[in-house]
């Protein structure tokens, strides 16, 4: 039996991934902005709400899976952009990757993996894959990523909006930790007191291919974790505006996700300029500590855009019942981000396979209590009161 056979919920899954991964590294993933308010809203607001149990109902057929875009899912959920799964895992984009493919749900692959698209497309060439975009204000460098997702046939574009002022994370300066990797003795002894960490991760990454880099960067701004030269790093894109969507919209033939969106207004501009969908986040809580909870501004963007694009939400979900809360407050999907994290850092694909399976049991089990045999029959009923449904 593997240590993580004997995790039984996603919090278990966390507990040995924090003894696995260097402390910079498993903060970086774990912790929020801030004071790690926004971060610990996130659970509490998921808490505050209450389900009616519904009993006596056939439930000896029942289906997790529901259509997105037009394509069947066999869940609900999906893996969320996480550019550290490179650092959970040797080669843990493809570990990830793998693991959703499996399960017959879409993978997110962010700007910043140590894994190249190519390499994805290649492994894994029938899968649906999303890209990530953080959009640069050298909207050249920017576009060059987004024509090669376009040119490998993915799905969808997922552009992030939160990302233009940067974010207050005083953990990795504590903890001297940054992506690339500038050398410095507190990150050094922190990685030299997890030997196992650097033998089956970093210690693989120097004897196949070299220290890793952000693949999926043009090449003025690919760097190795440590190169001993002066590093030029894509700027935030500052001035970037709703024109910047529409422009994206005109030059990617897939669908656009729009991610970050926190309020009706948003919503409906994502959807006036073009966007098939928007992803109700606040980055996980890693963005602005002073941000409202997901579930909480779900209602509000649900009721802005109608049936006028898919509504998805990410942060927060740790337990199968989140999913289910969504769904019932109108999210058509839900994108899980530290869960897989944590899965992943516990044993790659299998780990990742492993946080997957937690929340698809989680999930069925609350189908069972709330009275539904599949994801179209949640909705606004499934709560304990109106409030906690709208």
């Known amino acids: 039996m593997t240590t993580f056979d004997r995790c039984y919920n996603i919090f278990d899954l966390r507990e040995v991934a924090k003894r696995r991964l260097p402390k910079g590294i498993f903060e970086y993933v774990d912790f929020g902005t801030a004071d790690q308010v926004s971060l610990a809203e996130n659970r509490e607001a998921f808490k505050r709400i209450k389900l009616h149990t519904r009993f006596l109902v056939d439930l000896s057929k029942r289906d997790l899976g529901t259509e997105l875009f037009g394509k069947r899912t066999n869940l609900p959920f999906g893996i969320a952009p996480t550019g550290s799964a490179g650092l959970m895992w040797y080669r843990g ?4 990757a793998k693991a959703a493919a499996a399960a017959g749900i879409p993978f997110t692959l962010a700007t910043g993996a140590l894994t190249s698209m190519e390499e994805i497309s290649k492994a894994l060439p029938d899968s649906r894959k999303w890209f990530q975009l953080y959009p640069w204000s050298d909207e ?15 799905e ?10 940067g974010r207050l994370r005083e953990h990795n300066e504590r903890n001297g930790f940054s992506f690339p990797f500038n050398p410095n003795m507190t990150a050094a002894v922190d990685m030299l007191r997890h030997p196992g960490w650097l033998c089956r991760v970093m210690g693989r990454y120097l004897l196949n291919e070299g220290m890793p880099t952000n693949a999926n960067f043009p090449d003025r701004y690919r760097h190795a974790v440590i190169d001993g030269k002066k590093r030029t790093r894509p700027k935030r894109f500052e001035a970037m505006t709703w024109e910047h969507i529409r422009k994206l919209r005109d030059f990617w033939p897939g669908k656009l996700i729009v991610k970050s969106v926190l309020n009706g207004d948003q919503a409906r501009a994502a959807v006036d300029h073009g966007a098939d969908a928007v992803v109700v986040s606040n980055h996980g809580g890693r963005a602005f500590d002073s941000a409202m909870a997901t579930i909480d501004m779900l209602p509000e963007v649900v009721q802005a855009v109608g049936d006028q694009c898919t509504v998805i939400l990410d942060s927060g979900i740790r337990r199968g019942s989140d999913v289910v809360k969504a769904l019932g407050r109108g999210a058509k999907f839900v994108l899980v981000g530290r869960a897989t994290l944590y899965g992943t850092a516990c044993g790659g694909q299998a780990g990742a396979a492993r946080a997957i399976q937690i929340l698809a049991n989680e ?28």
């Open 363 to 390: 999930m069925e089990n609350t189908f069972g209590y709330v009275g539904v045999r599949k994801v179209s029959e949640i909705g606004p009923h499934i709560f304990a009161s109106r409030n906690h449904g709208m």
């Open 156 to 165: 969808a574009l997922v552009v992030t909006i939160d990302s233009a002022l």
């Open 140 to 154: 050249e460098g920017s576009y060059e990523m987004v024509t090669r997702a376009r040119d490998l046939g993915w």
């Open 93 to 96: 984009e493809i570990e990830l």
